[in-house]
């Protein structure tokens, strides 16, 4: 380890690996508030971050085990259930009356149709103002879930369409 007088010791969360603080800049320049979408291997949950002076402050936080009051059943951890999380995240955004944020997907990897970009295509789906490319959100046929239906046999089809309409409406 470095020693010295000119020696500085990096951030604790920098050197832990959980902040890219180059990131976090740009995103608080933004002035927008933050969709911070994170997922585990059981769930996938969406904040609303805003950023103040004595720190972040969490306007609202949905889960994917909320899913269930929807009758949704199947398992929570996988792309359908981040698409569904990330609808009834947009529909309870704008009846806060927020229109717009911008997408904080943290240390997770930025791969093509990943849990985490279902997410933010359910937040867009729900009408809220989110800057993305489309090309980078998943397929209709794997957010709706026939792609885990073929291995399973289950019914995630029917379940993601009767969620998807309780959600809306």
């Given amino acids: 380890m470095a020693t010295g007088p000119r020696y ?3 951030f604790r969360r ?24 994170r997922k585990s291997n059981a769930s996938t949950t969406l904040q609303l971050v805003i950023a103040e002076q004595k720190g972040d402050k969490t306007l609202l936080t949905v889960n994917s ?15 359908p259930a981040a698409y569904l999380t990330g609808l009834l995240f947009g529909k309870k955004m704008l009846a806060l009356g927020i229109v717009e944020g911008i ?9 093509q149709g990943n849990r985490i970009y279902a997410a933010i295509r359910g937040v867009v789906d729900a009408g809220v103002d989110v800057p993305h490319g489309s090309e980078i ?20 089809v029917a379940q993601f369409e009767a969620a998807k309409e309780k959600i809306l409406g």
């Fill in 8 to 10: 500085k010791v990096p």
């Fill in 14 to 37: 920098r050197r832990e690996g959980r902040t890219n603080y180059h990131v976090r800049y740009k995103l608080i320049l933004s002035k927008k508030p933050r969709v911070v979408v």
């Fill in 65 to 79: 085990r909320e899913l269930k009051n929807f009758g949704f059943t199947a398992s929570l951890g996988n792309l």
């Fill in 103 to 111: 997408a904080d997907i943290g240390l997770h990897a930025s791969t």
């Fill in 137 to 156: 959100f998943p397929d209709d046929g794997r957010i709706r879930g026939e792609h885990i239906k073929k291995y399973t046999g289950s019914d995630i």
